[in-house]
Structure formats: structure tokens, C-alpha cells
């Protein structure tokens, strides 16, 4: 058996999210329907990451198990032939040893958040980004960002759904940058709640559009409470960005 390590960049538009759904699409079963076309085994995919429905990817990593004798470029070039139809694409296959797990091996992983900042309804970036049209003060959103920074109990940021055991997460780091009518905010942690990150976003264009201050971020956080949330930003916005691994 050969355990092939998979960087996949996707438009979750079209798909329920990236695990397999019961009542939809999925970028799991694509992948999955594509290595076994290919090997003419059934697999099953491990990633780095869950994403929602109508969430991106430049690089997402994950993982299959194969045992026919096939080489990483081959099994790539074979997978991309069958995924042609499909907004999905493998950037990189690779041999790794056993013992490697895209998701438990996995140290770091970033997000990035798009907003289209303007009024002219989106052309090229329609369901790819946030569109915002009244203005945003950047430098407003990413000064108050830095309080999310550090170990914090991020309850008001999670969403009543999220599976994991403890609603404690370390943010490593944050910043809100403009680039003409491009507002992109850039997120790092070892790992995030279930709408962590939109939750954060949609507070911060409150902010950008001087509904709330600094400190009305603060108290938000600090209330570890749900019901203390400003708004959570929609999907089409948010693509994983980077997985991180030990050398």
C-alpha cells in the first residue's frame, strides 16, 4: 500500500462542502469516484480541513491509500483527466510514508477571506466573493482584529453546530489588507471552530462600516456567548488558503 498525499485546489460553489453529504455533492466523493476510476479501488479521502458548502481552496491537503502499483505523477495526470468537468483540480501528488495524516500530522492551517468592496454587482468573482457595497475602513477592521489574536475562549465566533470538544483556540495572526476594491483578511491557527472565521469576518465589516468600534469586538469576545455575535459572513467569500506541516 502507498499512502499518496493530494494538494487540491477547488470552487466549492457547486458542492454541499467537502465531506461526503447524503444529500449532495461533495468534493470528497469527486475525489474519491476519480482515484477509484483511476486505480479501480475505492478509497477514501482524509484532508487538513473541513469546509462548508460554497467554500474554496487554493491548497488543500489530504490524503488516499492506494495499493495497485502506480507512481504520484501518473495517478495526478489520471485524476485531473477524470475531474476535467469538475471544478476541482490536484496540484501536487507525492509518496509519503505511512505514518503521515493530512489531517492529524497537520500543525497550521490559513484561511483567506475575499471581499469585494464596491456597487457594481460581481461579474468574474460572482459567488467567489463577498460583495460589500456600502464603504469599509480597512484599517478600522484590522486594527480591531488584533484582539482575536492569542488564546481565547472563542464561543461567540462558533457556530451552534461545531463538533469540537473545547471552544479554546490559539489565533496565531490576523490582518486586513486593501487592494483597490479588494479587501482580503488573512487568518493563521493551528486550528479553527466550525464558522470561526466568517463569524470574525462578518464582525469586522461591522466594524469597517463604523456600526461597531474596537471595543464592541472586544465585547463580543469576551462574552463567549453566541448570541453576542454582529453577523456571520456567507460563504463565498472564505478559501483555505495553506496547510503547515513539521519538516
Request: glycine share 6%; aromatic share 6%; proline share 4%.
Amino acid at each position: 500500500m502507498t499512502r499518496f498525499a493530494l494538494t487540491l485546489e477547488f470552487d466549492g460553489s457547486p458542492y454541499m462542502g467537502l465531506q461526503r453529504q447524503a444529500h449532495g455533492p461533495s468534493i470528497q466523493q469527486s475525489v474519491e469516484e476519480a482515484a477509484e476510476a483511476i486505480t479501480g479501488e475505492q478509497v477514501t479521502m482524509h484532508a487538513a480541513g473541513r469546509t462548508d458548502a460554497g467554500v474554496h481552496a487554493h491548497a488543500m491537503r489530504a490524503h488516499i491509500d492506494i495499493t495497485k502499483e502506480i507512481n504520484a505523477f501518473r495517478l495526478m495526470e489520471g485524476m485531473n483527466a477524470k475531474l476535467r468537468n469538475e471544478p476541482i483540480a490536484v496540484l501536487a501528488c507525492e509518496e509519503v510514508h505511512d505514518d503521515w495524516h493530512a489531517r492529524f500530522s497537520c500543525i497550521g492551517r490559513s484561511y483567506i477571506y475575499h471581499i469585494t468592496n464596491r456597487r457594481a454587482p460581481l461579474t468574474l468573482d460572482r459567488a467567489r466573493s463577498w460583495q460589500v457595497a456600502p464603504p469599509l475602513d480597512a484599517d478600522a477592521m484590522h486594527d480591531a482584529a488584533q484582539v482575536l489574536i492569542g488564546k481565547h475562549d472563542f464561543t461567540t465566533f462558533r457556530s451552534a453546530h461545531c463538533q469540537a470538544q473545547s471552544p479554546v483556540k490559539t489565533l496565531d495572526s490576523i490582518s486586513v489588507e486593501r487592494h483597490g476594491d479588494v479587501i482580503e483578511t488573512h487568518v493563521a491557527a493551528r486550528s479553527f471552530l466550525h464558522h470561526q472565521v466568517r463569524s470574525m469576518v462578518g464582525c469586522l465589516v461591522l466594524v469597517g462600516k463604523g456600526k461597531w468600534s474596537g471595543k464592541d469586538l472586544q465585547d463580543a469576545l469576551d462574552a463567549a456567548d453566541r448570541h453576542a455575535l454582529g453577523f456571520n459572513a456567507p460563504p463565498d467569500g472564505l478559501y483555505f488558503a495553506r496547510a503547515s506541516y513539521p519538516e
